[in-house]
């Protein structure tokens, strides 16, 4: 897994959208509704996301190591195709973005056609493998990067120092409320 992109942040989003019924697409796969995967989502604060790509052949679960943390919003991943269309995938080859609706993952694919966008859903327990010639892409919140490799191809996903006051802003920017600010840290 190579990182193209790092520290695309997206604004906050309300959950009002889904895939299935967004206006971004010439086509949308029928199975958004046939599988439940049209179900809205949560409103979330901004979201610092990253863009990788696959360098060998993996299949959905070795993509997405961690669903839990993992997962984006659909309301999410149709922020970041609206403000990042250059950062997918192009030539027909998919762009892939793990969420989760009615309690069950799924992976959408959006793939760049000449004639526009293109979505299919996938669900997460597919075993097909994706082969690492067609240079898939995923995106993913920054934090999860950790979770992709264990090879020295990822950035550092944070400076190595960082000043609690640098921390308490980049928390509120994000909708996170402190109710108790630490003076001192204490090592154990």
């Known amino acids: 897994?190579?990182?193209?992109?790092?520290n695309i942040?997206?604004?906050?989003?309300?959950?009002?959208?889904t895939i299935a019924n967004s206006k971004l697409f010439y086509y949308i796969d029928s199975d958004f509704k046939n599988y439940g995967a049209d179900e809205l989502g949560e409103k979330q604060p901004a979201t610092d996301l990253a863009v990788c790509e696959l360098t060998e052949?993996?299949?959905?679960?070795?993509m997405f190591t961690k669903p839990d943390e993992m997962a984006l919003t659909q309301s999410q991943i149709l922020e970041f195709i609206e403000d990042n269309k250059d950062k997918?995938?192009?030539?027909?080859?998919?762009?892939?973005?793990l969420f989760k609706s009615k309690g069950n993952f799924f992976v959408a694919g959006v793939g760049v056609r000449s004639v526009g966008l293109s979505v299919r859903v996938?669900?997460?327990?597919?075993?097909?493998?994706?082969?690492?010639?067609?240079?898939?892409?995923?995106?993913?919140?920054?934090?999860?990067?950790?979770?992709?490799?264990?090879?020295e191809t990822l950035e550092?996903?944070?400076?190595?120092?960082?000043?609690?006051?640098?921390?308490?802003?980049?928390?509120?920017?994000?909708?996170y409320k402190i109710t108790?600010?630490?003076?001192?840290?204490?090592?154990?």
Not at 57 to 62: H, I, L, N, S, V
Not at 88 to 97: A, E, I, N, P, W
């Open 57 to 62: 052949d993996m299949t959905f679960k070795q």
């Open 88 to 97: 997918l995938r192009q030539d027909g080859y998919s762009t892939f973005f």
């Open 1 to 6: 897994m190579q990182t193209l992109h790092q």
């Open 180 to 188: 108790k600010e630490i003076t001192t840290i204490q090592e154990f």
């Open 156 to 175: 550092p996903l944070v400076p190595t120092a960082i000043t609690d006051e640098q921390a308490i802003v980049h928390l509120k920017a994000n909708g």
């Open 9 to 17: 942040q997206i604004p906050k989003t309300t959950g009002k959208e």
């Open 122 to 151: 996938y669900r997460f327990e597919n075993d097909g493998v994706w082969g690492a010639a067609g240079r898939h892409r995923m995106v993913v919140p920054q934090l999860t990067l950790k979770y992709l490799s264990d090879t």
